[in-house]
Each structure stands twice: as structure tokens, then as C-alpha cells.
């Protein structure tokens, strides 16, 4: 607007110049011509001119011969020109002049009368026109003034208006809470930016709370396992320091109590298994392992564990080379998950067999887990990776339900899919699929 405003200015400016200029030309001219062509008499003329100056800006004329001599001068006691030699000179050999005097503009010309050259000079204060640029000057800053007022409040109420989504989305956030995280920023026009960003926010809030209920769950969960096999010590030594008791007694309390102390060790072995398997995936380290190494590695462990399991391994043979079943992996977690899923097949089963068939299919290594036990229900499906579930089974073999839950973290850390088949009755196969190439591409 400023820019705007001094570019109209200066242009109005020159304009006014040139304009008075060429007024003073033709004034000049027009009393030429009554001095030499109408022939008024000077007297007759400069009273015209006192009488004019009273009230308008009236120029003052003087004209010259070729040898600097006085002809005509509108009023020689006002003489706002001081004629010089000098600058007749140059009126004559260089025609016109243009120039000030204090405020007042003057011209100088040279006019023709009966083939003799004679100088003209002219001058005048152009009040009318400094007072129209004044008048300019005023208006625009007027207009200056209220244009960038105006701009600034419409700016700044249309900037709140664009910017009401930011602050009702910053007090929403301030509502939701830790206790609050149920709530999510409304809905505004999805095709928006901030409907785009409301939508995001509330997509994280999702993720957020669904893993906040499941942290709460799983401390209650892990605090309930706790405590359950706790009091169940508790008890048995409160009875038997109820009174003296037999010797065999003693012994039976501390039989029982070991076998609660180490499955409280199994279940804290878990959770701390599960936490590991919970990392991010980039702070596990990794090599490169053979699975029929860990596969044994597994079966030991489980045979071990308990002497009236049998893991059997069975190894396909279209498997040529040790490289096909190389995947980079963590020796530790495959090998817990591995036995995880030897014990089940063995603990829920009468015949206590798990059977591990490894083979290739389309360069992916598959591992199916099986047993003839007694089956999932088709029902329990969906829930046995979850944290601490227990089927129906869990009346056949004691456990803590993070089993499952940690074969599929551990396995989903290796990028590998793990699928199950039951058949109630029937027994359970459990398949576990690595695919080392896409491992690769993916490290
Ligand atoms: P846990 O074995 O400690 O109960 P898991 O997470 O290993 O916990 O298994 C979850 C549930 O899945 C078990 O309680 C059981 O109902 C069912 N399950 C798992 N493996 C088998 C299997 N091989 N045969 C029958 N049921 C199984």
C-alpha cells in the first residue's frame, strides 16, 4: 500500500510539473502576442496583471530583444526572475529553459514576431496545483491508514476462523487424558487438512488406548497369575505350622511348595521371555542361524523339561543345503517359541508326542507342529495368542496362557507367519512359515 501510495505521488508530482510548465508557455505566448500582434499597451497589460495577482496565480512576463533589452515586464518591482546575460544567452542560442526559483517555476522561449527572434521568460507560483497534491498527499495516506487497519482486522479474523480447528483441537487434547483417552477430536470435513489431522490424531488415540487397556490388562492379568500360586504357598505353610506335624507332612508341604515356587519361576521366565519378544524389533540382535539346529536345541530343552515327552523330528528331503534353512534370526527367542510349541503338542496329548516336520515350499521354510491330543475347540481359535488365555484345555495340563502369545511375538519378529489347524479330539497342527528371502530384502 506504501509503495502504491508514493508511486501515485511522484507520478501526480510530474505530472503537475510538466502541466505548469506548459501553462507558463502559453501564457507567455499569449502575451506576446498582445504586446507585439494586438500592440496593448504595456501600462494596460500590467495593470491587468496587479490586478490579477490579488487573486490568482498570475504569471510574469518578461520579454527581451536579441541584445538583451528590456521590452515589456508584467511588474520589475516584483521580478521574481533576475534575468541574467547569462541565461538570455543561452534562451537564444539553446532555445527553452525550464527551471525554479524558490517554489516558483519558470520557462524561457524564444518568440518569433516579423521574422525577429525575441526572448520570453515566465514564471509563476502554482498554488493551486501544490494544493491538489497536498490534497493527494492527505488522501492517500488517509486511504493508506485505513486500507492497512482494515487489512490487519480482516486478516486477523479470518486467520482466527481458518485457525478455530487448531484451538478446538488443542482444547479437546487438553480433555483427553490418561483416564479420558475414550474421547476423540470430532470430525471435520475429512477432505481438509485439518480434518486429515484430526482424523490421524484420532487413529493414534485408537492405537493408544487399545495398547493402554492392554498394559492395564496385562498387569492385572500378571498380578493375578502371581498371586494365585503366593497364596496357595502361604496356606500350605500357615497349615503347617498350624501345630507339629509328621515328619512326612513336613516333607509333603515342601514338595508342594517347590512345585509352587517353580512354576511362579516358569511364569516370571515367561514374562521376562514375553518382554524380550515386545522389543523393538531393531534392538534384538540378530545372525545367521540353521532352524535344524535350534529345532534340536528345542527338543532338548522340552525332553529335558520332562522325561515322558518325545519330540521327533523329521526333516524333508528336498532339503539339499544348510543355506536354505539359514534365516537371520535370534537363536534364544526362536528356540524358547520352538519349545513352546513342542511342550503344548506333548502336554496336551496322551500320548505326550510332538511331532516337527520341516520342509521347503517355493524357497520358504515351513515347520508344522503336530500332535494327536485332544484339540482346540474351533471357538478358542481366535483367542489362544492372546496373553494369559486359557482354553478349555487347561484342565488337562497346568500353564500360565503366555505361551502362545509369546511364539507369535517371537515369530512376527522374524517376519514369519504361524497359522493353526485343530480338530477337537483329533489333535493340533501348528505351522510356522519363514520366508529367508523377504527377510532379507526387509534387513
Ligand atoms: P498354556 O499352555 O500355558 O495354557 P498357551 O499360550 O501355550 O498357554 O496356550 C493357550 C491355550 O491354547 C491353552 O490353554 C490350550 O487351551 C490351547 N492349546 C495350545 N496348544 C495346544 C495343543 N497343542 N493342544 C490343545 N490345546 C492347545
Known sequence: MLVFAVVIYLLSAKSREKEFYD?????????????????????????????NIEYINEVEVAIYDKNFKLLYHDAKDIDVVKETPDLLAKILTGGDVKFYVDNYQAV????????????V????????????????????????????????????LLAKRALKPVADISDRMKDITANDLHLRLLRYNENDEFGELAASFNKALDIIESSFESQKMFVSNVSHELRTPLSVLIGEIDWVLLRDRTLEEYKQTLINSRQDTSRLIKLLNGLLDLAKASYDESKISKSNIRIDEVLLDARDVVMKGNKDYNVRLLFDDNIQDDSEITILGNEYLLKMAFANLMDNNC????????????????????????????????SELPYIFTPFYRGENKKMAQGNGIGLALVDKVISLHKGTITVQSEKDKGVTFEVIFNPLQQNNIT
Request: aromatic share 12%.
Open 121 to 156: 521568460t515566465a514564471v509563476a507560483y502554482d498554488g493551486y496545483g501544490y494544493a491538489k497534491q497536498l490534497n493527494l498527499a492527505l488522501s492517500l495516506l488517509v486511504i493508506c491508514i485505513v486500507s492497512i487497519a482494515m487489512s490487519f482486522i480482516i486478516g486477523y
Open 23 to 51: 501553462g507558463l508557455v502559453r501564457e507567455g505566448i499569449s502575451k506576446a502576442n498582445l504586446f507585439f500582434t494586438a500592440k496593448v499597451d504595456p501600462e494596460t497589460m500590467q495593470s491587468i496583471y496587479k490586478n
Open 108 to 119: 524561457g522561449f524564444l518568440f518569433v514576431n516579423d521574422n525577429t527572434d525575441y526572448i
Open 347 to 378: 502336554k496336551f496329548s496322551d500320548a505326550k508326542i510332538s511331532t516337527v516336520h520341516v520342509l521347503l515350499q517355493n524357497e520358504k521354510i515351513v515347520i508344522r507342529f503336530t500332535d494327536t491330543g485332544i484339540g482346540i475347540p474351533e
